[in-house]
C-alpha cells in the first residue's frame, strides 16, 4: 500500500488511515503478497498486453478457476441427455432454490411438477443432479489475475492456450499458484473507474477545466445528507438494497465512516454478528457526542480495546483478525498470517478449526476466560465467510464519496457514464434510468439525426427545459457498434438523414431488417414527421422480406435510385401510450418515459399505497404494495429469508420475505415481474420495510374500479401486464 501511494497508483495514505502492515513486516512470509490493482475497463486489456511485452510469452501466464456445478446448471446439462421438455427444465431452473437439499424436494414445491420425483427419467435427473453437484465444471479463466516466473512457466505448471490469441492460461487456481509462490498480480477492470474517467472528460467538455477527483471537498454537508438519506442509487458500492438501510441507520458523516459503510454489509461481519452491535453502539456514540460526553465502546477484553477502537469495539476489517489474534491469544506475526491465508481458501472451516486450540491456549495465558476466547474466536473465523481489508474498504469508499460528489454537482455527466458503463453495479439499466428522470435529468430515446453511437449529454436554454440524456443507437436491439458508428459517420459527411428511402439508401449494408425496423419501432425516425406505423410500412416497401433477406445485411441486390415509392403516403394512425412504453422495453430492454404502473394505476385495488407514502404510515398496519421487482436476494447469512425490491412510479420498497411465506408463494416471488404484495409495514431508525404475508402475481387477481367517466382510450390493464411480462426486464437476482 505504501509504494503503491508513493507511485500515486493509490490515493490511500497507509500511514494517514492507520492501515495494518503487520501481514507484511512478517519474518516467516515465504512467498510474495498478491499484488491487487483496479483500473478502468478500457485499459485492462492494454495493461495484460504490456506485462506480455515486457516479460516474455514463456514468462507470463493467466490464473485459471474452476467453476462448479450448482443446481440450476445441472439441471441444465443433464437434462439433454433423455431430452426432457426445454420449457419445462428451464422453468425448473428458473423456480429451484439453489441451496435446497436436493431437486427431488425441489420438485414438491413447484407448481405443476407433483409427483414428478418418481416419473421415468425426472428421477434419474434428482439422482444426478444430486452426484455432480460440487464438481467442476469446466475450466475457466480468473477475472484478472496473472503469475510472472523467472523461469519458462512450462517447466513448472500446466499450461493450455487461452481463447484469445497470445495468451496462456495455467491450469492451477490461485491457491495452488500462491502454495508454489508465484508472484500473483491481479489487474482488476472496475467499471466506477471507467464512469469517473469519463464523466470528467464530458464536465472538461462543457467546463473547459477537468475536475481533479484528489482535491474535491471530502466534507461536503450536502453529499452526506444525501447519502444518509438513502439516496445512493448508482453510486459506487453503496447503492445497494442493504447498504442503503444499513447506511439510514449509521449516517456516515466522512471517508472513515464511508470506509467501515463498505466494509460491514459483507458475509464475514454478518456471520460474525458485527452488524446490529455496531449500529446501536453507533446511535450511543451519536447521542453521547450531542450531550457534549466522550463515548467509549464496550469490548469483549479490554486487550481488544486498542485494536478494534476505531470500530467500535466489533471486528469489520480482515486487518482486525491479525491484530486480535496477536492481541488476544499472542499469536505472532506467521501464525496470525497462517490463520488469515485458511482463512480465504475454499472449504477452509477444516483447515481453521485445527487453530482454535492454539488460540485457547494463548488467550487463557492472557487472563483471557474460555468461553470469551471462544466467543472472539467464532468472531474471527467468520472472516472465512469474506471480509475486506481495510486498505480496500479505504479506497472503496472514497471512490464512493467521489461518485456521490460527481453525481450531485455534475448529474447529467453522471448519468450518461453511468449507462455508457454498463453493466454494473446492483441495478437494472431500467432501475437507474427512472432514478435519473426522479434526480431531474429527462430521457430522451434514440433519434437517427442526433444520437451518437452511446449516450451523450444535451442541453438546451430557456423554455424551462432541463439537462437531458440522449440515449444512443449503439443501445437498440440489432445494432452494433460497429453498425452505429458507421451510421454516425455517414450522417456527419453527408448530412441528416431526410426520409425513410433515403436513410435505407445510405446505411451501412451489415444493418439487418430487423435492426432498422427497431429503430422506427422506438422512435428513432419520429423526426421524419410521420407516423411510426407509416415508418415501418415504409420500411416493407423499401426492403424485401425477412424470408428473402440475407444473412449479414438486408439483402440489397442493386443500388436503388433516389426516388419516392408510390405507395409511400399511405397513412397509419400512431402508437398508443402502452404500445410506445412495449415498444421502449423490446427494443432497448429499459423504459425512457414512464414506469408501467402508471399505466394501469386506476386498474389497481384501491386501498394500494405507493412507496412514496409508507414513510407517512404507522409502523405495525397493514399495507398492500405493488410494484416491478428490481432485485431478489437470498443471501446464505439470512437463513432462508427473502428480500425484495419493488418499485413502482414514485420510489422503491424494501420487502423481508419470511421462509414460511417464501414456501406458499414461491413461483410468484422467484418468477413474476410483477407482484402484488401484503404484509406488516416495520420501521426501525429511518428505514422502512414491508414484513410480506401474501405475495402474488400482479396479473390477474385485480379488478378496475367502477369509473363514471368516459372510459379513456387504454387497454386492458391485464392485457398490457401480459404483454409487459414478456419484455419486463430481468430482475438482479444474487442466491
Not at 187 to 203: D, K, N, Q, T
Not at 616 to 624: E, M, P, V, W
Amino acid at each position: 500500500s505504501i509504494v503503491c501511494y508513493l507511485l500515486g497508483l493509490s490515493h490511500i495514505d497507509p500511514i494517514g488511515n492507520k492501515l495494518f502492515l503487520g501481514r507484511f513486516l512478517n519474518e516467516t512470509l515465504a512467498s510474495v503478497p498478491d499484488i491487487d490493482l483496479d483500473f478502468p475497463r478500457e485499459i485492462r486489456e492494454e495493461l495484460i498486453r504490456r506485462v506480455y511485452k515486457r516479460y516474455g510469452d514463456e514468462h507470463v501466464g493467466l490464473v485459471c478457476c474452476f467453476p462448479t456445478y450448482r443446481l440450476r446448471s445441472a439441471v441444465r446439462e443433464i437434462a439433454k441427455a433423455p431430452h426432457l421438455p426445454l420449457g419445462e427444465i428451464e422453468l425448473v431452473a428458473k423456480l429451484s432454490d439453489s441451496r435446497t437439499d436436493g431437486l427431488a424436494d425441489e420438485l414438491q414445491h413447484l407448481p405443476g411438477f407433483e409427483g414428478r420425483r418418481d416419473a421415468p427419467l425426472w428421477k434419474e435427473l434428482c439422482e444426478l443432479a444430486a452426484e455432480i453437484r460440487g464438481l467442476p465444471r469446466h475450466v475457466s479463466q480468473h477475472p484478472g489475475g496473472m503469475i510472472i516466473s523467472s523461469r519458462p512457466l512450462v517447466e513448472l505448471v500446466p499450461l493450455e492456450r487461452a481463447a484469445m490469441e497470445d495468451r496462456v492460461v495455467c491450469q492451477w487456481d490461485k491457491d495452488s499458484c500462491d502454495d508454489a509462490r508465484f508472484i500473483k498480480i491481479d489487474f482488476l477492470a472496475l467499471g466506477m473507474l471507467s464512469l469517473a474517467e469519463e464523466c470528467v472528460e464530458l464536465i472538461a467538455r462543457r467546463t473547459g477545466t477537468p475536475p481533479d477527483l484528489s482535491r474535491i471537498d471530502f466534507e461536503d454537508p450536502v453529499i452526506y445528507d444525501r447519502i444518509c438519506a438513502g439516496d445512493t442509487i448508482g453510486l459506487f458500492q453503496i447503492e445497494s438494497r442493504a447498504q442503503i438501510q444499513m447506511i439510514r441507520r449509521a449516517r456516515p458523516r466522512n471517508l472513515e465512516d464511508l470506509a467501515v459503510e463498505v466494509a460491514i454489509v459483507r458475509p464475514g461481519p454478518i456471520v460474525g454478528g458485527a452488524v446490529n452491535p455496531y449500529v446501536r453502539r453507533r446511535e450511543e456514540q451519536r447521542r453521547a457526542h450531542a450531550a457534549g460526553q466522550p463515548y467509549e465502546p464496550p469490548v469483549d477484553h479490554p486487550l481488544l480495546r486498542e485494536c478494534l477502537s476505531e470500530t467500535l469495539g466489533v471486528i469489520l476489517y480482515q486487518d482486525q483478525v491479525l491484530q486480535v489474534c496477536q492481541a488476544h491469544a499472542g499469536f505472532t506475526s506467521g501464525q496470525s498470517e497462517a490463520l488469515r491465508r485458511a482463512m480465504s481458501r475454499r472449504r477452509s472451516h477444516d483447515l481453521i478449526a485445527g487453530f482454535w486450540e492454539e488460540f485457547r491456549q494463548g488467550a487463557m495465558a492472557r487472563g483471557v476466560p474460555e468461553k470469551t476466547a471462544e466467543k472472539v474466536f467464532a468472531q474471527v473465523i467468520a472472516f472465512s465467510e469474506f471480509g475486506f481489508p481495510k486498505s480496500h474498504a479505504a479506497a472503496f469508499g472514497l471512490l464512493a464519496y467521489q461518485s456521490a460528489w460527481l453525481r450531485h454537482y455534475h448529474p447529467v455527466e453522471y448519468y450518461v457514464s453511468l449507462f455508457n458503463n454498463q453493466p454494473m453495479g446492483f441495478y437494472s439499466i431500467d432501475a437507474l434510468g427512472r432514478d435519473a428522470m426522479r434526480n431531474g435529468i429527462d430521457m430522451r430515446l434514440p433519434d437517427i439525426n442526433a444520437s451518437d453511437v452511446w449516450c451523450t449529454v444535451e442541453r438546451e436554454t430557456g423554455n424551462g427545459k432541463r439537462e437531458a440524456l440522449r440515449i444512443g443507437l449503439g443501445f437498440i436491439r440489432h445494432w452494433s457498434e460497429e453498425t452505429a458508428t458507421t451510421t454516425v459517420e455517414e450522417r456527419e459527411k453527408n448530412g441528416p438523414f431526410q426520409s425513410v428511402g433515403d436513410f435505407v439508401r445510405r446505411a451501412p449494408a451489415k444493418l439487418k431488417r430487423t435492426a432498422i425496423e427497431a429503430l422506427m419501432w422506438v422512435g428513432g425516425c419520429d423526426s421524419f414527421g410521420i407516423t411510426r406505423r407509416e415508418l415501418l410500412w415504409q420500411v416493407g416497401l423499401w426492403l424485401p422480406p425477412k424470408a428473402s433477406s440475407s444473412g449479414d445485411g438486408r439483402g440489397r441486390r442493386q443500388l436503388e435510385l433516389a426516388l419516392n415509392h408510390p405507395h409511400e403516403q399511405l397513412h397509419f394512425g400512431g402508437l398508443a401510450a402502452h404500445e410506445r412504453l412495449l415498444a421502449e422495453y423490446a427494443t432497448l430492454g429499459f423504459s425512457a418515459s414512464q414506469h408501467p404502473l402508471s399505466l394501469v394505476r386506476k386498474a389497481l385495488p384501491s386501498d394500494l399505497t405507493l412507496n412514496r407514502d409508507l414513510d407517512k404510515l404507522k409502523a405495525g398496519i397493514t399495507c398492500l404494495v405493488a410494484g416491478l421487482v428490481v432485485a431478489r436476494q437470498r443471501p446464505e447469512t439470512a437463513k432462508g429469508t427473502v428480500f425484495l425490491l419493488v418499485e413502482d412510479e414514485t420510489g422503491m420498497t424494501n420487502v423481508i420475505v419470511r421462509k414460511d411465506v417464501y414456501d406458499r408463494y414461491r413461483a410468484a416471488i422467484r418468477g413474476e415481474p410483477f407482484v402484488l404484495v401484503r404484509g406488516k409495514l416495520a420501521k426501525d431508525d429511518g428505514t422502512v420495510n414491508v414484513l410480506a404475508e401474501e405475495v402474488r402475481g400482479l396479473q390477474c387477481d385485480i379488478k378496475a374500479p367502477q369509473d363514471p367517466a368516459p372510459p379513456r382510450q387504454t387497454p386492458a390493464a391485464f392485457s398490457f401486464l401480459r404483454a409487459m411480462r414478456r419484455v419486463a426486464p430481468d430482475s438482479k437476482d444474487w442466491g
